[in-house]
């Protein structure tokens, strides 16, 4: 590709062919004249030259250019929200699902398996055609749901991701989606305020909790279900050092399904706010649980999902070296270290009017330095800046 300097990027000039910001990410499409807006903002951002495989074509009237500048980013735009109505509409039938499910169970002891095993085959369409989108769970509201439906659904999705980026076979990935599903069913054994408590509980109401993916097994093996998925169930608190229960299991007798579903219980757990406990961003719970690979969880499963949502996670607010804050849109399927991001404000704090999507690095001010505070989330969000780029 031709690298077209800074400085010969002038207000009102057209490009013959794409032009990039960076790699495949797409500033201008042909035609399209650079706006003094645009121009500004390049140099906020600090890049020294474009990409495009085409020449100047010369200059259009500022009228057109100021009509059309944005196009492709309100392309990614409008995209984006697409994708994200489509992902909150998806999640919040398969709640709505979920809910009915566990009621029923609760009320005549039964479970509609063919409409479980549907649920899980649309989950999986949805994470393969909607990746980086269903599993922005920042943006995924609870919907007033109790979080044992929230925790159950979340865990799905992200146990059938880390099967999908592992090449299950279809039929593993849907035992494997029953079985995170119907991980904490147990839980329904168990009274009310165990289960969906409010508070600290007492050391014998915590070893009383212990006992949900025992009664969780028995419960299940009453259905038609496969021995592997049983497993899951019962041995998703197993730890690989033995220290884990019911069975004080070390790795080589862990289920893999339970491996993986002991991953994804672990992060949701820590991300979600509750009554009894405070959550943590993705960052930090990934840091975190990334000290216990080998002696807590399986190192396959966990960094699978580290590359597939990425060490910042997808829908993380995040301050760039050169102080500016963007979103998390996209994974890298190369390097978790370096996902896409949409930029929203500069590194004076003003919001964009055009916001990029870069793909983070160590040059050029665009390496990711840490999680945007919240309190600073706050301020921004008070100016109705995260407000317009996520929904």
Same mark, same amino acid.
């Given at each position: 590709?031709?690298?077209?300097?800074q400085?010969n990027?002038?207000?009102?000039?057209?490009?013959?062919?794409?032009?990039?910001?960076?790699?495949?990410?797409?500033?201008?499409?042909?035609?399209?004249?650079?706006?003094?807006?645009?121009?500004?903002?390049?140099?906020?951002?600090e890049?020294?030259? *474009?990409l #495009?495989?085409g020449?100047?074509?010369?200059?259009?009237?500022?009228?057109? @250019? $100021? =009509?059309?500048?944005?196009?492709? &980013?309100?392309d990614?735009?409008?995209k984006?929200?697409?994708?994200?109505?489509?992902?909150?509409?998806?999640?919040?039938?398969?709640?709505d699902?979920?809910?009915?499910?566990?009621?029923?169970?609760?009320?005549?002891?039964?479970?509609?398996?063919?409409?479980?095993?549907?649920?899980?085959?649309?989950m999986?369409s949805?994470?393969?055609?909607?990746?980086?989108?269903?599993?922005?769970?920042p943006?995924?509201?609870s919907?007033?749901?109790?979080? *044992?439906? #929230?925790h159950?659904?979340?865990?799905?999705?992200?146990?059938?991701?880390? @099967? $999908? =980026?592992m090449?299950?076979?279809? &039929?593993?990935?849907?035992?494997?989606g029953?079985?995170?599903?119907?991980?904490e069913?147990?839980?329904?054994?168990?009274?009310?305020?165990?289960?969906?408590?409010?508070?600290?509980?007492?050391?014998?109401?915590?070893?009383?909790?212990?006992?949900?993916?025992?009664?969780?097994?028995?419960?299940?093996?009453?259905?038609?279900?496969?021995?592997?998925?049983?497993?899951?169930?019962?041995?998703?608190?197993?730890?690989?050092d033995?220290?884990?229960?019911?069975?004080?299991?070390?790795?080589?007798?862990i289920?893999?399904y339970?491996?993986?579903?002991?991953?994804?219980?672990?992060?949701?757990?820590q991300?979600t706010d509750?009554?009894?406990?405070?959550?943590?961003?993705?960052?930090?719970?990934?840091?975190?649980?990334l000290?216990?690979?080998?002696?807590?969880?399986?190192?396959?499963?966990?960094?699978?999902?580290?590359?597939?949502?990425?060490?910042?996670?997808?829908?993380s607010?995040?301050?760039?070296?050169?102080?500016s804050?963007?979103?998390?849109?996209?994974t890298?399927?190369?390097?978790?270290?370096?996902?896409i991001?949409?930029?929203l404000?500069?590194?004076?704090?003003?919001?964009?009017?055009d916001?990029p999507?870069?793909?983070?690095?160590?040059?050029?001010?665009?390496?990711?330095l840490?999680?945007?505070?919240?309190?600073?989330?706050?301020?921004?969000?008070?100016?109705?800046?995260?407000?317009?780029?996520?929904?």
């Open positions: 590709m031709n690298k077209i300097p400085k990027i002038i207000d009102g000039i057209v490009f013959e062919s794409p032009v990039y910001l960076d790699k495949n990410y797409i500033l201008l499409t042909p035609e399209i004249p650079v706006s003094e807006d645009l121009r500004k903002n390049l140099s906020n951002w890049y020294r030259e *474009l #495009t495989d020449a100047i074509e010369g200059r259009e009237s500022m009228n057109k @250019g $100021e =009509s059309t500048i944005s196009s492709a &980013f309100l990614h735009d409008a984006e929200h697409e994708g994200l109505k489509e992902a909150r509409l998806f999640y919040t039938e398969i709640l699902s979920v809910e009915k499910m566990y009621l029923r169970y609760s009320r005549d002891k039964h479970l509609d398996l063919n409409n479980i095993t549907e649920q899980i085959k649309k999986i949805m994470i393969k055609d909607h990746h980086d989108y269903i599993l922005r769970l943006d995924l509201d919907y007033n749901k109790e979080y *044992l439906i #929230t159950s659904v979340k865990c799905a999705l992200l146990a059938l991701t880390i @099967g $999908e =980026s090449k299950m076979p279809n &039929f593993k990935l849907i035992e494997l029953i079985s995170a599903l119907l991980h069913i147990g839980m329904l054994k168990l009274p009310d305020n165990l289960y969906n408590f409010q508070r600290q509980l007492s050391d014998s109401e915590k070893k009383a909790l212990t006992t949900h993916t025992i009664l969780g097994y028995r419960l299940l093996k009453e259905f038609p279900l496969s021995q592997d998925v049983l497993m899951g169930v019962l041995q998703h608190h197993e730890k690989n033995g220290s884990g229960y019911p069975q004080q299991l070390t790795v080589n007798k289920s893999d339970a491996k993986i579903i002991s991953v994804v219980c672990a992060y949701d757990a991300i509750r009554p009894h406990s405070r959550s943590r961003d993705g960052y930090h719970t990934l840091m975190e649980m000290k216990g690979v080998g002696t807590i969880y399986d190192e396959t499963a966990l960094k699978t999902l580290v590359y597939s949502i990425s060490i910042f996670p997808l829908g607010h995040v301050v760039l070296e050169n102080g804050v963007g979103i998390v849109v996209h890298n399927k190369e390097n978790p270290k370096y996902p991001v949409k930029l404000v500069d590194k004076d704090q003003n919001a964009l009017r916001q999507v870069i793909e983070t690095r160590d040059e050029n001010g665009f390496k990711i840490n999680i945007l505070e919240e309190s600073e989330k706050k301020k921004l969000e008070e100016k109705g800046i995260f407000n317009n780029s996520i929904t």
